[in-house]
């Protein structure tokens, strides 16, 4: 693989960044996923917008402007000849003289930024066919989920605790609501109504969130946002979630409880299919 490194395109084994970034050392930075399809870049400017927003929520600056961004992504492209899976970018708050809480100066220390590609599967992922298993765990991230900072530690240990139950991912659950997957947004269905958590500082607003809404309002799907809990999921007609890397993947097991038949359910298979069609 080719990936980017502060302004150049290297092998992916010749890449160095410096011991003292502050993403390394405070998992001070943000990050964006963009997905690929058929080698094209879906809803760049939705991911461009909201990388925007997430910097100058902490303050930092952006090391290029979303016009090269979108440049260098092409360019990934291309030299990887991606044709399917996503782009992984990261922007950290760069690698002063040494450790130290206080942000440093950004004229003294410029903004660490790094992307790469991923080939995968995304129209066609198996999951989408059979649909996942998820377990509900404490939801015990910081505040500010909004900004898509790379603490990532939490979500990843919940994916473990997943596992470790033979499930898949687990749904996040703060004060008896649902918040969120470990690294997408949770749906569910009661009697043709998509019921989703409202936007707020509790949850990332997701990109594919915002499309596959405005899609299924545009199909004349009732749209609800608000928050619901394990036990009124248990008992929904579907489950989903959405992320830029598995769109719309249908949930058919919340702990111990099977969703609706088992199966991926009517309106998560059509919305999938809407969202593929529509970034095709
Ligand atoms: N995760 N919620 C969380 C906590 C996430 O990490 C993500 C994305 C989403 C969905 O956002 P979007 O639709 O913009 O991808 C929601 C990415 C894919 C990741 O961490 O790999």
Same mark, same amino acid.
């Given at each position: 693989r080719t990936v980017y490194v502060n302004g150049e395109y290297v092998p992916e084994n010749e890449a160095k960044i410096s011991v003292f970034d502050r993403g390394f050392l405070m998992a001070d930075g943000v990050y964006e996923v963009t997905s690929v399809l058929e080698g094209k870049l879906v809803d760049f400017d939705g991911h461009a917008k909201r990388l925007e927003r997430s910097l100058k929520e902490l303050d930092m600056a952006a090391p290029v402007t979303t016009d090269e961004l979108l440049a260098i992504h092409r360019e990934l492209i291309a030299r990887n000849d991606l044709t399917e899976g996503g782009i992984y970018l990261q922007i950290t708050r760069g690698a002063p003289a040494d450790r130290d809480f206080a942000f440093p100066d950004p004229a003294e220390t410029p903004s660490s930024l790094v992307l790469f590609t991923q080939q995968k599967n995304l129209a066609n992922a198996p999951a989408a066919n059979t649909g996942i298993k998820v377990i509900s765990i404490e939801?015990? !991230?910081?505040? !500010? !989920?909004d900004i898509k900072t790379v603490q990532l530690l939490y979500p990843s240990m919940g994916k473990m605790m997943a596992k470790k139950a033979g499930a898949d991912d687990a749904w996040m659950v703060e004060d008896g609501q649902v918040t969120e997957g470990t690294s997408n947004n949770a749906y569910i269905v009661k009697g043709g109504k998509i019921i989703t958590r409202q936007l707020s500082n509790d949850i990332l607003h997701g990109i594919t969130r915002a499309a596959v809404l405005r899609l299924a309002k545009e199909a004349q799907m009732e749209v609800e946002e608000r928050g619901f809990t394990i036990e009124e999921a248990q008992d929904a007609d579907e489950a989903f979630v959405t992320s830029a890397t598995t769109f719309v993947q249908p949930v058919v097991q919340i702990d111990d409880a099977t969703i609706g038949t088992g199966t991926p359910g009517p309106i998560a298979k059509r919305l999938r299919e809407i969202y593929i069609d529509e970034s095709l």
């Open positions: 939801d015990i !991230r910081w505040g !500010r !989920r």
